[in-house]
C-alpha cells in the first residue's frame, strides 16, 4: 500500500499510469473505512490498472459545526483495514491546508436544481461542499473512473451533473448499497451508535421495504401515510423526511407515471446520529 499526504508526491507517482494510458480509479471518502466502502474498492480494484481511495473529512459540506468536529477520523485503522484488502491501493490523505491552500470555502455550483432536492433543502450550500472537493480530486488524480455508492443517491446524481457540465472525462460508476445481513446500509456514521440501537435501526430498510411493496398498488399518498404511521408508533427514531423522487430529477412526486424510475427517500435520527437510506421503487 502507497499512502501519499501531498497532492505533489500523489501526482508523482501517478505520473507512469497516465504515460502509459492505465486507466485510473478513484474512491473518494471520509475515511472511517466499513464494508461499503471496500465494495467500492473492489470494483475500481478489477476495473482499473491503479486503484486510488483518498480518505478526507471535507469541511466545507458540513452544515454543522458539532457534526464536523464528531465525524470519526480513524486513519490508522482505516490504513489497517485497506491494506487487508490489497497492498496495491494507493492512499490520499491531505490535510485541509494542502487541499484549500488557506481558502477553506466552497465553489458555487449550479446542478440544475438538483441541489434544492430533499437532502439540499435540508442542508444549504451542502452539495457546493461536495463538488468542490470532488472536483479538486478529479484535478489532482485525473482518474479514469470514480466510484460513489447508492447510499448518497442524491450526491452520485449531483457528481454525474457535475462531470456533465464541467466537460470532465471521468466515467461515474455508481455501486450498489453494501448492507449488513439484518439490511442495514453500511455508513460511517453507524460508529457512532450503540449495539442496541445498531439492532434497531433495521427499521429504516424494512420500512422502505414495506413501502416499496404498497407502491406497486398504492397510490403514492397512501404510501407517505404508511410511513410516517410507522414512524409515529416507534418512539425510537425521529423521522426527518421520507419521500419517494423521480431518479432523474430527484423532484418529489405525488403521482405515478409510466415510463418513469422512482426511489424511497429516507432519512431519520436514532441517539442523536442522522441515518440516510433509499431503494429503488421499481
Not at 245 to 252: G, I, P, Q, R
Amino acid at each position: 500500500m502507497f499512502l501519499f499526504h501531498t497532492k505533489v508526491e500523489l501526482q508523482a507517482y501517478l505520473a507512469t499510469f497516465h504515460k502509459t494510458n492505465q486507466a485510473i480509479g478513484l474512491v473518494p471518502t471520509m475515511g472511517a473505512i466499513h464494508r461499503g466502502h471496500l465494495s467500492l474498492m473492489e470494483q475500481s480494484l478489477r476495473e482499473n490498472g491503479c486503484t486510488v481511495v483518498s480518505i478526507f473529512v471535507n469541511p466545507t459540506q458540513f452544515n454543522n459545526a458539532e457534526d464536523l468536529a464528531k465525524y470519526p477520523r480513524t486513519l490508522e485503522r482505516d490504513l489497517a483495514i485497506i491494506r487487508s484488502l490489497s497492498d496495491h491501493i494507493v492512499v490520499f490523505s491531505p490535510s485541509v491546508e494542502e487541499m484549500y491552500t488557506g481558502q477553506t470555502v466552497a465553489k458555487n455550483f449550479d446542478y440544475d436544481g438538483l441541489e434544492f432536492e430533499m437532502e439540499g433543502a435540508q442542508r444549504p450550500g451542502h452539495f457546493d461542499g461536495v463538488g468542490t472537493i470532488v472536483n479538486k480530486l478529479f484535478e489532482v488524480v485525473q482518474p479514469t473512473h470514480a466510484y460513489f455508492g447508492e447510499k448518497d443517491f442524491q450526491q452520485l446524481q449531483i457528481i454525474r451533473k457535475l462531470v456533465e457540465k464541467e466537460q470532465l472525462e471521468v466515467k461515474i460508476i455508481g455501486v450498489p448499497i453494501f448492507r449488513a445481513q439484518d439490511g442495514l446500509a453500511m455508513s460511517s456514521r453507524n460508529e457512532r451508535i450503540s449495539m442496541e440501537g445498531l439492532k434497531k435501526s433495521t427499521f429504516l430498510y424494512d420500512v422502505l421495504k414495506q413501502a416499496h411493496a404498497l407502491f406497486k398498488t398504492e397510490e403514492i399518498e397512501k404510501v407517505n401515510q404508511f410511513v410516517e404511521s410507522q414512524f409515529k408508533n416507534n418512539s425510537t427514531f425521529d423521522l426527518e423526511y421520507f419521500t419517494i423522487a423521480d431518479e432523474e430529477t430527484l423532484k418529489v412526486v405525488t403521482v405515478k407515471q409510466a415510463g418513469h424510475a422512482y426511489r424511497g427517500f429516507i432519512v431519520a435520527h436514532i441517539e442523536g446520529v442522522r441515518l440516510i437510506d433509499n431503494l429503488s421503487f421499481n
